[in-house]
């Protein structure tokens, strides 16, 4: 089955994950997917096909004879989306595109090629776009789309190997898809997630992460005699966001610059909640906004009095820098093996996570490359044909490169 099948099957099938569920994984409706793969795994010849009891796929392809002490390697991309629990994801195919803007289905929306601005270098190609109702589901569909297109060629031609591993974990998108991953169970030495960006990605910083919740309890009263008495709940949030760094947003900042996100906010004059995310790929930094967000409770308490403000933290995944730069062999070889494809390496820091920060941590040092694709997370998400194909060829090299180290 060639790429772009496996890819349209694939995000039909609607996967979306629910950041507010308690089970593993959080929906139900990603397991439909699973058993899918694993079955596909199967049929394939990777006989070992499971799925483990927190909705993880795995499975492996032994290593060829005289290949046995070759380095292990493996391959992970996710299954949920984002989006509509209810949607259904009606992709069009566009074959021969000609460069120019296109009209999503029926929806009234343009996808520009103005503003997307890559659209232009796919004149001639197959581009595969949304109906503008939808996501497409490319982040990260095709990142199974390729895995699992690679293990089927590996399979039939017969090409020598070390051992290969394979994963597709759930719940990547609410930011615990690799918490309960099984490193050993999996095999792999190394491995690379494939998540995300144009072919020819390749990343290994993230943000370091958490997730910041400040509760405000007021004192009401009637405004006619609050003189020296109330405490407005409500007002105190806007005060908060206002002590902020005004530049320290995500609409003003790119790069290794990080921010502070609210994400929500509500209340009245009793009680009041801000709901943010902070990020920064620097620890230092990362420390820093803690501090800051500490002093803003601190100095709100000393005002209008203990326990007005609380501040609750979590932290997410950490920068996994910290890790590949350990194994820099993992990025010499990812860019070898995508200059070899035909491609120019296009090496930049995530302005986000991975399941590879949560799995280098564990024990599994795990780089990120692109997919091919393009505008996640929104209606005008796209990906081509012939940039899914590269991502296999990608796949293939980075096999042969680790084949060779026996």
């Not at 994984?25 to 439909?32: A, C, E, F, K, V």
Request: with cysteine.
């Amino acid at each position: 089955m060639k790429v772009e099948e496996r890819f349209i099957e694939y995000v039909k099938i609607n996967t979306v994950s629910d950041e507010n569920s308690e089970t593993r994984p959080s929906t139900s409706r990603q397991l439909i997917l699973a058993e899918k793969l694993k079955k596909e795994l199967i049929e394939l010849g990777l006989h070992d096909a499971r799925i483990d009891e927190n909705g993880n796929v795995m499975a492996s392809i032994e290593a060829s004879q005289g290949y046995e002490e070759a380095t292990p390697i493996g391959f992970v991309a996710h299954m949920d989306t984002v989006g509509d629990e209810n949607a259904i994801v009606n992709p069009q195919v566009i074959a021969n595109y000609d460069g120019k803007d296109i009209e999503l289905g029926k929806s009234g929306k343009i996808l520009s090629a103005d503003l997307y601005t890559e659209l232009k270098d796919y004149a001639g190609r197959t581009l595969i776009t949304t109906d503008g109702t939808t996501i497409l589901g490319a982040d990260d569909k095709a990142g199974i789309a390729e895995i699992m297109t690679l293990c089927e060629e590996l399979l039939q031609s017969g090409e020598p190997h070390g051992k290969i591993c394979v994963a597709f974990t759930p719940d990547e998108e609410i930011g615990r898809g690799a918490a309960w991953f099984d490193v050993e169970s999996f095999g792999a030495a190394y491995a690379y997630t494939l998540d995300g960006d144009l072919e020819g990605g390749l990343e290994y910083e993230n943000f370091n992460a958490a997730s910041a919740i400040f509760d405000i309890k007021g004192v009401d009263i009637h405004p006619g005699t609050a003189k020296g008495i109330m405490v407005n709940a409500a007002g105190l949030a806007c005060r908060i966001q206002s002590m902020l760094p005004e530049a320290e947003v995500p609409e003003l900042t790119d790069g290794y610059e990080g921010f502070y996100h609210l994400i929500e906010m509500k209340g009245d004059t009793q009680n009041a909640r801000l709901e943010y995310i902070v990020r920064h790929h620097d620890a230092a930094c990362f420390k820093a906004q803690k501090v800051t967000l500490e002093r803003i409770e601190k100095t709100l308490n000393e005002r209008y009095g203990e326990n007005t403000v609380t501040l609750t933290y979590k932290d997410g995944y950490k920068n996994m820098s910290e890790i590949i730069d350990q194994n820099y062999h993992l990025i010499e070889n990812a860019k070898r093996a995508i200059e070899e494809a035909g491609l120019t390496p296009n090496i930049k820091p995530i302005r986000g996570g991975t399941d590879g920060a949560t799995l280098s941590f564990k024990g599994l040092p795990c780089p990120n490359l692109g997919t091919g694709g393009n505008a996640f997370h929104g209606i005008y998400e796209h990906i081509t044909v012939e940039g899914m194909e590269k991502v296999v060829i990608v796949l293939h090299n980075l096999v042969k490169i680790y084949s060779e180290k026996r």
